[in-house]
């Protein structure tokens, strides 16, 4: 009988062992899924970085303003008007130049094509801010260049004005004064062009001097700068624009004049002293007195012997400085 009930209770735990093991698997599964829902709502999204893509665009071109140039106004009678041609020629080059990044120029000779005659008169004398206005509207113009040649005393005056047409101000003006030959202002264009374009930033435009000088020891005196004395080396460091230089030596005329410098460029000067003995008339030559001294004494000395001796006779001649 025990071994009957022995069998019986075997038979009840292996029918019931697989339910509580299915079971127990179960249970642990509903955890496990239970456990990863909970992480899953305690971590915070990933997010996903994208790299921007930079598209780039060609720069919008730079609208350039039209400028119109002027001719010379020439306010002396005595002033070539191939200087002033030449002037206006040459300011015209340097302006399409040197504002080809800013400025498209409308020359003197396109203006007479595009203005009226009745506008074409008033740039005999257009000075005033009203006509150079009323001109720059009739060239479609944004600004203009102006440019003025007289002369005080012996200096010629050059001034350049860069003018607004829309405002009728002047919104840039360089002057200068000079002394030497008319032509020399033809020079004096660039670097005032440079100075009236760029503004402060042309002050530090540098060229320099080479000066070459006939005979040694002669006194320099550049500008306001202690004097030297010829041979001198080589001048850098010069700011653009006009300068002055006088040469002196005892026996030679003095040398005055004035010389213009670009930005780097060196300027090269010969200079050639005139000794002051060359331009002397004959008769106020050392040698001529020395002759006539000897000449008179010899008739002097003549004329006792004739008087002690009046048979004697005595011929000379006076030379002739020749």
């Not at 990933?46 to 303003?65: C, H, R, S, Y």
């Not at 607004?164 to 004096?188: A, K, M, N, T």
């Not at 009236?196 to 060229?207: F, S």
């Not at 200079?271 to 106020?284: C, T």
Request: hydrophobic content about 40%; glycine content about 6%; aromatic content about 6%.
């Amino acid at each position: 009988m025990r071994r009957l009930h022995f069998v019986i209770g075997l038979m009840i735990i292996s029918m019931a062992l697989p339910c509580t093991l299915n079971a127990a698997k179960k249970k642990k599964n509903r955890r496990a899924k239970k456990h990863t829902a909970q992480v899953s709502q305690n971590e915070s999204p990933k997010e996903v970085q994208v790299e921007p893509v930079v598209v780039q665009t060609p720069p919008a071109p730079i609208k350039k303003l039209r400028l119109a140039v002027m001719d010379v106004n020439l306010q002396a009678k005595d002033i070539d008007p191939i200087v002033a041609e030449s002037i206006s020629s040459v300011l015209a080059a340097e302006l399409s130049l040197r504002g080809a990044d800013r400025y498209e120029v409308v020359s003197r000779n396109d203006l007479r094509n595009l203005m009226q005659q009745q506008v074409e008169a008033q740039l005999l004398g257009c000075n005033e801010p009203k006509c150079l206005s009323g001109v720059g509207a009739a060239a479609s113009a944004d600004h203009m260049v102006t440019a003025t040649l007289g002369k005080i005393e012996e200096s010629l005056v050059f001034t350049l004005e860069l003018f607004d047409v829309s405002r009728s101000i002047v919104i840039s003006r360089q002057s200068v004064s000079w002394q030497g030959p008319q032509s020399g202002i033809v020079e004096l264009c660039r670097p005032y062009v440079a100075r009236l374009l760029d503004g402060p930033q042309a002050k530090e435009y540098q060229g320099g001097l080479e000066l070459i000088v006939t005979e040694e020891d002669a006194t320099v005196h550049l500008n306001d700068r202690e004097p030297s004395q010829s041979p001198m080396a080589p001048v850098g460091e010069l700011p653009i624009g006009k300068h002055s230089l006088q040469i002196v030596k005892d026996g030679y005329l003095p040398y005055k004049t004035d010389f213009v410098v670009n930005r780097n460029e060196t300027t090269l000067l010969t200079v050639q002293l005139i000794d002051e003995d060359s331009i002397k008339p004959w008769y106020a030559k050392w040698w001529f007195w020395t002759g006539t001294a000897a000449v008179v004494g010899g008739a002097i000395t003549a004329a006792v012997l004739l008087r002690d001796n009046p048979s004697t006779t005595a011929d000379f001649e006076m030379p002739l400085p020749f």
